[in-house]
């Protein structure tokens, strides 16, 4: 039985597993004033039993599994959220040691990779849900802040490190709009072109995107310095990254300029004649500027090897698509 959002559960005994087995799980919870017991057919066992302000349970008490601890507090992992073909949850099972394993290891190269980003990842993200969700991308919800559900099952190594990091964007924009009002006089009205979605969406759509793909376009140019570095082949193969993932980083890395730049433009666009940003907008979006700038300038000596890789055509090709959508009129681009 799950209690709270931070992960603590209380474990029936074995006896009560077997009348619950017995029963095919079917069983009823007795709520009394300052008594929860479980009734299994005709059955009761107790639950809890409240004494003054604390509550005392019979059933065990399992921790949370630690992912990794900070100085703060400890990130924990849940239990893994299972999906059917119809991309709709199903059940929920235990995380087995090996997932947790990789969400460890993929914390632990962003640590020491990207120790300025690791600070505000173990700062954000509290706690992780894996998703065994075919399909399904990584998402996370701007009223639970800290909590991100991560496809572990459908993803590989350097895919899982980037999942982390861009839910951990999500909380950190979000934050900063709780802080601070950014825009005003969106009112959903679709007129922007999304390189990511591909399609038309409102400012705060924009906005949420260049964020966490500025965040993006950083760690893969700081995960390609790292694996450059003296001795980084090694700590690349033990991070259990291949040589075409540090390819792949590279062509995400120029990727993620191309397209952050493209929004960049439409957000000052938003800014300078539509008057969307507030002032503290206008700072964020001169930081996103010149923070994928910096990105640009220091991915710029692996541009031609990405460009001659089996990467270059879909480099080109998301290069040649930007060019066509920017000449055409606003709103038409999607």
């Avoid at 065990?60 to 703060?72: A, F, I, K, L, Y």
């Avoid at 990511?196 to 964020?211: D, N, V």
Wanted: proline fraction near 4%; glycine fraction near 6%; include cysteine.
């Amino acid at each position: 039985m799950a209690v709270g959002m931070e992960g603590d559960i209380y474990e029936a005994s074995p006896s009560v597993k077997r009348i619950l087995k017995q029963s095919s799980g079917r069983a009823a919870i007795l709520v009394q004033p300052h008594e929860l017991s479980l009734k299994i057919g005709r059955t009761v066992t107790p639950l809890c039993m409240r004494r003054g302000h604390r509550l005392e349970w019979s059933w065990t008490h399992r921790p949370p599994v630690v992912g990794m601890e900070t100085r703060s507090r400890a990130m924990t992992v849940g239990p893994t959220l299972v999906y059917g073909k119809d991309r709709q949850p199903r059940t929920v099972i235990s995380t087995s040691a090996d997932q947790v394993k990789r969400i460890k290891q993929a914390w632990t190269v962003v640590q020491e990779a990207w120790p300025e980003g690791h600070e505000v990842l173990a700062l954000l993200t509290t706690r992780i849900i894996p998703l065994k969700a075919k399909g399904v991308v990584s998402f996370s919800y701007r009223h639970r802040p800290g909590l991100s559900f991560i496809n572990c099952f459908d993803r590989d190594n350097l895919d899982l490190i980037d999942d982390v990091i861009h839910e951990n964007s999500h909380h950190h924009l979000n934050l900063l709009l709780r802080k601070q009002i950014l825009y005003h006089g969106d009112r959903n009205q679709q007129i922007f072109y999304s390189p990511w979605r591909r399609s038309l969406r409102p400012l705060r759509g924009i906005l949420h995107a260049t964020f966490t793909f500025t965040v993006g376009a950083m760690l893969f140019e700081r995960l390609s310095t790292w694996a450059s570095g003296r001795g980084g082949s090694a700590r690349w193969k033990q991070a259990g990254l291949t040589s075409r993932d540090l390819q792949r980083a590279r062509f995400r890395c120029l990727e993620e300029v191309e397209s952050v730049r493209y929004s960049i433009q439409d957000l000052e666009y938003a800014d300078w004649h539509l008057k969307w940003l507030t002032g503290s907008g206008q700072r964020l979006v001169k930081q996103l500027a010149e923070t994928i700038e910096q990105v640009e300038h220091n991915i710029a000596p692996h541009r031609k090897a990405v460009l001659a890789s089996k990467f270059g055509p879909a480099l080109r090709r998301h290069i040649k698509e930007l060019h066509t959508k920017r000449d055409k009129p606003m709103g038409q681009r999607g």
